[in-house]
């Protein structure tokens, strides 16, 4: 198994994805926000660029019958149902709902790695099932690190860094790292004790400190809290069969 | 002093240029052959990006007056007088000569960030001296990892890394690290006992090692060695005033 990242969110090489693994993601708070959704109930979440595209979306349904989610630049968007902060996502308000997520770097991402053969959704939160996935599926794997605003993130290459780890553990000689593969490799090992330290590092987990989501990084930095791994196919995130395990 | 540096060799946002010093590294082996060669005593270095442009270029000097170097997919090129080897470039070769360098990442690289305030050649051979203009330019940084054939490469970020862990240290509190700069920083710690072991990990490297090259890669580990920093100034590499030091 060949494993590659993408350090800087562009638009990967069409070689990268051409019958490959993709695992897209957003650890603040995108991905982190999907996956609590769907464990939380869930039925399909649609991810979109743009609050407008959003907006225009929801009207191709019955009124009441989605709910708008995420945010611009770590804040809130006006009319929207929900923000980015995954707590939100509870089941009173997600359960059996269909949701349209529009957010600044994650929902993006997964437009730009569509061409991809599997294409799944991880975080800290699911990081044990995802690396299951992976070697089931036996395929070439590309991890599409959404990042901060089209630059680098230390907080998702430290987790892309933890699906390595994983891999190459179970996996041993037959896992060939590339070396971006090895520099997150490397960047999980130096934060694999203390995951909080790396968001207070970063960029992104400063400002959403300093807006007082402080409790958002605490929440996203636990490890296999669920087994789901929701997949992206046909322009929607839904849990498919083999996403669904040990009775969630 | 803000500190960034480009992890992937695509072209840099112009903001990131803008009014900047731009230090461009390609450790194995485009600016360690430069920084040897100058130091040897070459008194210019044109970096173009294909063979037939040197050719071409070469065609503008009298005949014998300036020496073809470089290097396609490490190895040799046809016609060229040098290869990319930097133990090539001795002064019996190259003293007070023009050279015109071809390469597949380094000398691609000064193009791309040919807008920068001041350009100059850094790699682990001259890192110290490097760091000093950097401080005494007082100008915020990008670093540009040049990279393996448009890829993020290990060796050129722990040089890189090792450039910000410098500038970290003497700037203390007046230094501001991007996620990019934290990533390059904490490869350099992981390897800056064994900058070889860097090396024989990285990509590049392996090729080196099964081209014949490996006595190259220790050459090019070498830690300050010189303390020249080449500059890239209108199409051209030369030593500026502060460029040559200490009586060399």
């Known amino acids: 198994m060949n494993i590659d990242i993408q350090l800087v969110p562009f638009v990967p090489n069409p070689h990268l994805l051409f019958d490959r693994v993709v695992v897209v993601i957003d650890v603040l708070r995108a991905t982190s926000v999907i996956i609590h959704a769907m464990s939380e109930g869930a039925l399909e979440i649609i991810p979109v660029v743009t609050a407008e595209e959003a907006f225009q979306m929801a009207k191709a349904f019955p009124r009441g019958s989605v709910l708008l989610g995420g945010e611009r630049e770590s804040g809130n968007i006006p009319g ?14 997600v359960k059996e709902k269909k949701l349209i997520l529009a957010t600044t770097n994650g929902t993006k991402a997964f437009h730009l790695v569509s061409s991809g053969k599997e294409i799944f959704v ?16 036996e395929r070439d794997l590309l991890i599409f690190a959404s990042g901060d605003d089209g630059s680098f993130s230390l ?3 430290v987790s892309g860094g933890m699906l390595i780890e994983l891999l190459a553990r179970r996996g041993k000689k037959s896992v060939f790292l590339t070396d971006a593969s090895q520099c997150a490799q490397i960047l999980y090992q130096r934060f694999k004790d ?6 207070h590092l970063s960029r992104h987990g ?18 296999d809290i669920t087994n789901i791994v ?4 046909v322009e ?4 498919s069969d083999c996403g669904m395990r040990n009775g969630e």
């Not at 991880?122 to 599926?137: D, H, K, Q, T």
């Not at 400002?207 to 929440?219: A, K, N, P």
């Open 80 to 93: 929207f149902d929900l923000g980015n902060s995954p707590r939100e996502y509870v089941a009173e308000k």
């Open 122 to 137: 991880g975080s800290f939160l699911n990081i044990g099932a995802v690396a299951e996935r992976c070697l089931e599926s």
């Open 155 to 157: 907080e998702d290459t």
């Open 194 to 199: 203390n995951l909080l330290e790396a968001f």
């Open 206 to 223: 400063k400002e959403l400190i300093s807006r007082g989501f402080e409790d958002d990084l605490v929440y996203c930095a636990q490890i």
């Open 230 to 233: 929701p997949e992206f196919k």
């Open 236 to 239: 929607v995130i839904r849990l």
